[in-house]
């Protein structure tokens, strides 16, 4: 590491954090004005407004938009460095193209790191809290009954429970079904389950047929304790959550929802791999802005800002529309995730072995 490194690094990270604080705060501005009058008609607290929605507000916007602040922050550093003859002189020096990507990747490094705990750790416990504000005092999107629910809790055993209630922990008019390569060996039906602790649930008035080959076996009863491998706050997860756990949980919960079998994990998948996807696309960005703005240019660095701004929302356009693709059965998560990536490194490697020419 040289001066001449350091020099770069602090170009790069310095206009990377200036231009985050100069947008987000005044994406706040237009935030709390637009949301003034719901705070005042709630008297909603005012440390609640800084601590449960403001705070948690500016590392989820960070994250998400930072694509676009490392293209831009690049594109307009460098671009001052090559009108200002600064990168002829480097060369000149003996510092060839590779050498001077060198600290631009170091700081799409640090840049990297910080995206994976921001979008790992962070932002995902922060969310909890803005939820749950937005849900008190803006709009109430959650609910305590669940109705129609199917899943596999485990690999041969369906559940279905026609209505549940989270708060009491009932359910009503629910099914067991067990099967054996394909083959109904056990069914259970029953009035009511309930939801004792420790995976350990109760029926009441149950119906239970268990078939052997031509064979039928039937018991009824008032009162049957099972053990299912679920509880009831699962029945509730919705894809909105899975922004809420933290990398390690998303990926246990994916691998617990594939041991079931369940087929309904796609959007928690692409939340996974978009994390990575989001927090590698920092290089990428890096050597994408580094090859269009080395060159100096007689009209200034507005051309190379506007075509910068252009390429990030069409990298973040393609994001969200690869993300719909997934869901809807057109491509796996992992594809959907990565693609962006892939089509902009695409773009940057011929880009980049021109401009080190």
């Known amino acids: 590491m040289k001066r001449l490194d350091w020099y770069i690094i602090k170009k790069f990270l310095g206009t990377f954090f200036f231009s985050i604080v100069l947008i987000l705060s005044i994406a706040i501005v237009f935030d709390l004005t637009e949301k003034m009058d719901d705070f005042f008609e709630n008297q909603v607290p005012l440390r609640e407004i800084l601590l449960d929605y403001y705070l948690p507000f500016i590392p989820y916007y960070m994250n998400m938009f930072s694509s676009l602040f490392i293209f831009i922050s690049v594109i307009f550093f460098t671009s001052k460095l090559a009108g200002n003859s600064e990168i002829i002189a480097m060369q000149a020096a003996g510092m060839s193209y590779h050498r001077l990507m060198l600290p631009y990747f170091l700081s799409a490094f640090v840049l990297f790191v910080l995206s994976v705990i921001l979008g790992g750790w962070v932002i995902p416990k922060s969310s909890e809290r803005m939820l749950h504000f937005t849900d008190q005092y803006l709009e109430h999107f959650t609910t305590e009954n669940a109705r129609n629910i199917q899943m596999e809790v485990e690999p041969g055993t369906i559940l279905h429970i026609e209505s549940f209630q989270r708060r009491a922990g009932i359910g009503y008019r629910c099914s067991i079904e067990k099967f054996e390569d394909k083959t109904l060996v056990m069914r259970i039906t029953a009035d009511r389950i309930y939801y004792d602790s420790l995976e350990n649930w109760h029926l009441d008035t149950y119906t239970q047929r268990e078939f052997t080959g031509m064979h039928e076996t039937l018991e009824r009863g008032a009162r049957k304790d099972i053990t299912l491998p679920i509880i009831p706050d699962e029945l509730f997860i919705t894809a909105q959550q899975a922004k809420q756990m933290t990398t390690p949980e998303l990926r246990h919960y994916i691998a617990r929802q594939q041991q079931r079998g369940s087929s309904n994990v796609k959007a928690f998948e692409v939340e996974y791999h978009k994390r990575?996807?989001?927090?590698?696309?920092?290089?990428?960005?890096?050597?994408?802005?580094?090859?269009?703005?080395?060159?100096?240019?007689?009209?200034?660095?507005?051309?190379?800002?506007?075509?910068?701004?252009?390429?990030?929302?069409?990298?973040?356009?393609?994001?969200?529309?690869?993300?719909?693709?997934?869901?809807?059965?057109?491509?796996?998560?992992?594809?959907?995730?990565?693609?962006?990536?892939?089509?902009?490194?695409?773009?940057?490697?011929?880009?980049?072995?021109?401009?080190s020419k």
């Open 276 to 355: 990575w996807a989001s927090a590698v696309g920092a290089f990428i960005m890096t050597l994408l802005g580094v090859t269009m703005s080395s060159r100096r240019m007689r009209r200034g660095m507005g051309k190379n800002l506007g075509i910068g701004i252009i390429l990030t929302a069409a990298y973040i356009l393609f994001s969200t529309v690869s993300t719909t693709f997934s869901v809807n059965n057109v491509m796996s998560p992992f594809m959907a995730a990565w693609l962006p990536n892939f089509v902009f490194l695409a773009i940057s490697i011929p880009l980049y072995r021109q401009a």
